[in-house]
């Protein structure tokens, strides 16, 4: 009975940003979140943060993390990374292999449970995080636009994803 009690206050308690995405955002607040999953598996779960500016593409800040439900080499995230960044469209096949090389050296292995979450910061690129502590500062828009247009890009391969993020993502009046 006391474990379906915690799991009942974890479920209901109200989402507040980790401290990162606040130091990130300033008045941080949820747009969205969801799950992505791959042949009836759950890979992990995904939130996106924004300001008071909400989704403005690369213009506004903005983070997103993802919470892993599975044991994954940082490598194979790499690669799922550029995969999808190719299937967008984003970037030349010359800065698509430098970016691969860059996440396979950012990208750690992740146990069930981790968080990795990249911040846009408009007009520098972006940041990586792991669990809540700074990974390494990608100084390169157009590689954090890539990066991004995986779930945020209408052409996206998870278009109900892309949905469920941007679900309240305009800017607070």
Known sequence: MRAWLIVLLLVCAPLHAASYIE???????????GVYTWFGLKIY???LW???QGYAGDAAPLVLELRYARALHGRRI?????????????????????????????????????RLGGALVPGLGMRFYRDGQLLATVSDMAFAH????????????????????????????
Not at 23 to 33: I, T, V
């Open 146 to 173: 890539a990066f991004f247009g995986i779930w945020l890009d209408p052409v996206t391969s998870a278009p109900k994803l892309r949905q469920a993020l941007l679900r309240d993502a305009a800017a607070v009046p």
């Open 45 to 47: 779960a995904a939130e």
């Open 78 to 114: 790499a690669e799922a990374s550029a995969e999808q960044m190719e299937k967008i469209g984003a970037g030349s096949e010359t800065q698509r292999a430098a970016w691969l090389a860059q996440m396979k050296a950012i990208f750690p292995d992740v146990q069930e449970g981790s």
């Open 23 to 33: 130091q990130e955002l300033g008045a941080a607040r949820l747009s969205g979140q």
């Open 50 to 52: 924004v300001g008071p």
